[in-house]
């Protein structure tokens, strides 16, 4: 016993239960990874990545304009990516295969904007520490009086989620399909960006403007990793965000010991670092298990289910020289 | 859950278009075309790349309004949101990580255009497993979807169209990639399906002949114009001449039917003599 509660001691340091920034670290840490974590599957399977990723720097420039006029970065977040993802939504819908270009477009702007923000509030006050927190995050230095704020934020962009479920998943294996059974497709991209940008926004002010993308897209593609069923993967994602945020608030915490300068690391960091060791312990795991199937489902070695295919290779080779 | 349709009745008018034209930026894609679909018949929409049956397809489905003319289904003209047509598409585009089995894209027929998530229940399942029973794909039931083989897709696709009864089927190029054996495989499952459900179905290729043997009406498409009838009565010189204004060449080889119709057309026989060959491949 004693030596179970001497380790324990270790893994928790004092005073962790009882701290209220931890506490504050711990609600608001959760329920963004966890919407985060929801949406970023959809994400990647709609291949929204690099627009998830923009959101995040466009986060940026609200999160420093917050900065530059006093104003809860929250809030810069928020109004910024929602912004952001209406106006990519605007050039793409102008282009309709320009959506990355759209995304590129809007991006290079923010990120310009972002700059003068971050120039004119750093010199105003003479500290760098707006831009790392912008950046990078600081989970332990948000109000307690904001969690309603997050919950809220959090609440809406899962009913969004949620709601989408279905129509979701068929106008990402084809819109046309999708639109021929009467799903308004755009309208429904267009609900998804907005839970996107909530879900991005929520994790700029934890994780910092430029890591939003590692929770919003990191557990997500290691949950893609680990199942095949749509629900299955929702439920990996959210168990993947929550452990690596709230390992990451402990070790963050613990980090206060550490050297070289007992200052504490950044809680980001540790987050961002769980997620993409998680993501290779997936893909690892992911690649034993396939070779598993693939020796079990073709006994008769890895050609034997496509040989119609080389039959066809044959015909048409022979007619090759044509 | 959806309560099993009344079956039609076999030779009822599921689809008709009457004088559809479709002007797109300047160019006339469509002009007057005109046929209809009878339950329980299997149409084969054939012509050439570009001569106008992705259009028409899309005017079916509702995702193309025509310039003139009218798409009307039992009947009556096409409401916005139904389930009376099933679509089956050339391909999808999917990663092979997408967490998606096959059991859950035959699912998504049944309700992917609902809100909300879905909830487990017997029923559900039931109609699931009997549908990939229908199709020969209770094997790969699950397996992930973007790992299955061309053919196999083409079985799940045609699950997920059918599973809410629609009246009307559409394949869009379901044969273009396939190999002979998974392509013969498609057509006999399809046909048994279109008698069996007494389902309307429209099947578009670029090639006839592996359809022949299933084919109760053709409608042929040339340069936006369409001709429509039994198979003899459309695959005649005279008939596809005017189609194509200019004269057509239509040969009877053992069987099998090639149309040459000009300069441009000359793949339709190197098509042939590929399929010749790997027939002989196989045999």
């Known amino acids: ?317 022979l007619f090759g020289a044509r | 859950m959806t309560t099993r349709r009344q079956l039609a009745d076999v030779g009822d008018e599921v689809l008709a278009l009457e004088g559809v034209t479709l002007w797109l930026s300047g160019r006339e894609v469509l002009h007057d075309v005109a046929f209809s679909l009878r339950a329980g018949e299997l149409t084969g929409l054939i012509g050439s790349n570009g001569a106008g049956k992705t259009t028409i397809f899309r005017v079916i489905l509702g995702l193309q309004a025509p310039t003139a003319g009218k798409v009307l289904l039992s009947g009556h003209p096409r409401p916005r949101r139904n389930r009376l047509i099933g679509y089956v598409p050339q391909s999808i585009d999917l990663d092979r990580d997408v967490p998606l089995r096959a059991r859950d894209l035959v699912a998504l027929g049944l309700d992917g255009d609902r809100f909300g998530v879905p909830l487990p229940s017997r029923a559900r399942r039931q109609s699931v497993d009997d549908m990939l029973e229908a199709v020969d794909a209770k094997s790969f039931a699950d397996a992930r979807v973007g790992n299955l083989s061309g053919g196999e897709l083409q079985r799940i696709l045609i699950a997920h169209a059918l599973i809410s009864h629609p009246r009307l089927l559409l394949l869009d190029e379901p044969l273009a990639n396939l190999d002979i054996r998974s392509e013969q495989e498609v057509v006999t499952l399809v046909s048994r399906i279109a008698k069996e459900q007494r389902v309307a179905v429209l099947i578009s290729a670029h090639e006839m002949n592996p359809l022949l043997p299933v084919m109760d009406r053709v409608v042929y498409v040339a340069a936006g114009r369409a001709a429509s009838g039994s198979t003899e009565e459309v695959v005649r010189e005279d008939v596809l001449s005017a189609l194509y204004g200019h004269h057509v060449d239509v040969l009877h080889l053992h069987g099998r039917i090639l149309v040459v119709a000009g300069k441009d057309e000359g793949h339709h026989v190197e098509l042939e003599k590929k399929r010749t060959l790997s027939q002989r491949a196989i045999g």
């Open chain 1, 1 to 317: 016993m004693t030596i179970v509660a001497g380790l324990l001691h270790h893994v928790f340091e004092p005073g962790f239960f009882s701290s209220e920034p931890v506490h504050v670290a711990v609600i608001v840490g959760g329920v963004v990874a966890l919407v985060s974590a929801v949406v970023g599957v959809f994400t990647v399977i709609r291949g929204q990545s690099f627009a998830g990723h923009s959101l995040g720097d466009v986060g940026t420039t609200g999160g420093s304009g917050a900065f530059l006029v006093g104003a809860n970065p929250l809030w810069g977040f928020a109004i910024f990516t929602i912004l952001g993802a209406g106006i990519m939504e605007l050039f793409a819908a102008r282009r309709p295969r320009g959506r990355d270009l759209a995304t590129g477009i809007v991006l290079g702007g923010a990120l310009g904007i972002a700059a003068l923000f971050l120039y004119l509030g750093t010199t105003e006050t003479s500290t760098t520490g707006a831009t790392i927190t912008i950046l990078f995050g600081s989970m332990f230095v948000i109000r307690a009086s904001t969690i309603p704020v997050f919950v809220t934020l959090a609440m809406a962009a899962l009913a969004i989620v949620g709601a989408l479920y279905r129509p979701l998943l068929l106008s990402t294996v084809s819109s046309d399909v999708a639109a021929a059974r009467g799903v308004p497709v755009r309208r429904v991209g267009i609900l998804f960006l907005l839970a996107m940008a909530i879900a991005v926004s929520l994790s700029c002010v934890t994780i910092g403007a430029i890591l939003s993308t590692a929770l919003l897209i990191g557990p997500a593609a290691a949950a893609l990793r680990l199942t095949k069923r749509p629900g299955l993967a929702l439920a990996w994602a959210a168990l993947i965000g929550l452990a690596t945020t709230w390992l990451g608030i402990l070790l963050a915490y613990d980090s206060f010991y550490w050297p070289p300068a007992r200052r504490g690391w950044p809680v980001s960091f540790f987050v961002v670092a769980l997620v993409f060791a998680v993501y290779l312990l997936a893909d690892l795991a992911s690649r034993r298990t396939r070779r598993h199937h693939r020796a079990a489902e073709n006994p008769g070695g890895p050609d034997a289910r496509s040989s119609g295919f080389e039959e066809t290779v044959v015909g048409d080779s």
